[in-house]
């Protein structure tokens, strides 16, 4: 008897064939520096690469539960639209394209919205979700913040409103774009009743969402190195034909140039938050 042959070898192919209990989710790759994390590391760390300090894009879920005291709170019923209101086709249907989404998401459309207490005030935090079409505004995103405005001013309660979108959604075409006057007397109506809006803008912010109720809070707050603007970097210099400055269209740019109030480091956030909140409400902390 061969030992290497009739023992060894078959000993070694029955370990190489044994297929791996390991989960494939495990690592998650930075799209900033490209170090691999952790999963559960990166999760622990509210989504930050502990590496290079960059801000993944989340989800309204995880917004809530590191907003709101103890991560509790109550989503609002958004009104439901019609899915599909010009029969829209490119090489998928609109349709086709929402069902996907929606595979994808707990949620129906590219925002969420939610109620409950943040320190010593009831507050109204909406969620845009990049995730969702690329948080493309269209009339479901549209209603979902006038439904949150109109929740703040029912509960005389703060609005705090996470932007996070490639624009407008073409699918829809002038319909979308018709939810950036609605949504502009949505917040003069918190005005109106004097609550305060406060806007934090998340990487990445552009489009039409930023030519309206994005740039409308009574305090702009940003995400660290989150891309802020209406047309993209990239469009712009092959139009001027010119090198841009470096940085440009980013939060610590626009701060710079006295586009927005502060930009807030996400462990930092919630109590920024809080801390706005409760002076601007006149409250006790």
Not at 241 to 253: I, K
């Amino acid at each position: 008897m061969n030992w290497l042959t009739n023992f060894v070898r078959p000993k070694i192919q029955s370990i190489i064939g044994q297929k791996s209990e390991t989960p494939d989710n495990l690592w998650h790759k930075c799209k900033n520096c490209g170090q691999l994390l952790y999963v559960n590391d990166i999760e622990k760390n509210l989504n930050i690469c502990p590496n290079c300090d960059h801000h993944e894009r989340i989800g309204p879920t995880e917004r809530f539960k590191n907003l709101f005291n103890n991560g509790e709170y109550q989503l609002v019923d958004l009104p439901k639209t019609n899915d599909d209101p010009l029969k829209f086709k490119d090489q998928k249907k609109y349709t086709e394209r929402l069902k996907a989404a929606r595979g994808k998401s707990e949620y129906q459309d590219a925002i969420a919205v939610a109620y409950g207490k943040m320190g010593t005030v009831n507050t109204v935090i909406a969620v845009q979700n990049f995730l969702f079409m690329g948080g493309s505004m269209g009339v479901g995103v549209g209603n979902g913040i006038i439904a949150a405005a109109e929740q703040a001013i029912e509960k005389q309660a703060p609005l705090i409103l996470f932007t996070a979108a490639g624009g407008a959604r073409m699918q829809e075409g002038i319909l979308s774009l018709m939810q950036m006057p609605r949504c502009t007397v949505a917040v003069q109506r918190l005005r109106d009743a004097g609550l305060p809006y406060i806007v934090v803008l998340t990487d990445p912010t552009t489009g039409g969402v930023t030519a309206s109720y994005a740039m409308l809070g009574d305090i702009q707050i940003a995400e660290p190195n989150a891309l802020i603007c209406f047309a993209g970097p990239r469009v712009i210099k092959d139009t001027i034909r010119e090198e841009l400055p470096e940085g440009f269209q980013r939060s610590e740019y626009l701060l710079e140039h006295g586009m927005i109030d502060m930009i807030v480091h996400r462990a930092e956030m919630k109590d920024k938050l809080t801390q706005l909140i409760t002076l601007l409400m006149n409250k006790v902390a």
